[in-house]
């Protein structure tokens, strides 16, 4: 479940999403207050998971995207959705691959990020395993700046990608830990979740 709190007491005021989700891991709430949530392990029964949600405010299920409980790559999978974030324009942006973190991950585990226009029709995808521009170990955290630039916590290779809204790789810094979480302000400063930091 998603919890909404009162920012005054702390105190729950509403949780939506109930029953919905296997391992609710990312979580974006757009300008419309519509709540986007990715569950990034499949259930034991293969009937949820390894989806990205959209949720009203009130909870009703605006749309899914991937197969629940079917891992894998292409427009219509995902293997461990870590993350999702939403262009100003309403495309979405998911950063899938979440186990790509681990030493024993095989070269062909899919880890990307991938890209979809405001209505969940498939754009593209880019990424794969590995430590070069462009590829990751675990895409897990997504944020967009003001102008126009998403930037990727690459979990396991303690950087930060910054690409362009097509894809375009356009630098890393690479003075973290291993970066978490992103948020971005309204006066374009960014937030990092540095996990594990030495």
């Known amino acids: 479940s998603v919890h909404m709190l009162d920012l005054a ?6 949780s ?30 293969g ?17 899914r995207l991937g197969t629940a409980g079917v891992a894998g790559g292409g427009p219509n999978h995902f293997t461990d ?4 974030v939403t262009a100003p324009n309403g495309d979405i942006f998911v950063a899938d691959g979440h186990a790509g973190q681990n030493p024993t991950t095989p070269p062909d585990y899919v880890t990307r ?6 209505d969940g029709r498939f754009i593209k995808q880019w990424g794969r395993l590995g430590s070069g521009p462009g590829e990751f170990r675990n895409a897990h955290a997504l944020a967009i700046d003001s102008r126009g630039r998403l930037m990727v916590a690459d979990r396991g290779n303690a ?8 894809g375009k790789f356009l630098e ?7 970066p978490s979480g992103l948020f971005i302000d309204n006066g374009d400063r960014l937030y990092a979740i540095d996990a594990d930091s030495s």
């Open 9 to 14: 007491t702390g105190r729950p005021t509403r």
């Open 16 to 45: 939506i999403g109930e029953g919905l989700f296997v391992f609710p891991h990312g979580l974006h709430v757009d300008r419309d207050g519509n709540v986007w949530v990715t569950d990034a392990q499949r259930s034991k029964d």
């Open 47 to 63: 009937t949820k998971g390894q989806q990205v949600i959209k949720l009203s405010p009130d909870g009703k299920v605006l749309m």
């Open 81 to 84: 959705p870590s993350d999702v």
């Open 113 to 118: 990020v991938v890209r979809f226009s405001k």
């Open 159 to 166: 950087r930060i990608q910054i690409f362009d809204l097509d």
């Open 172 to 178: 890393e810094w690479k003075q973290f830990g291993r």
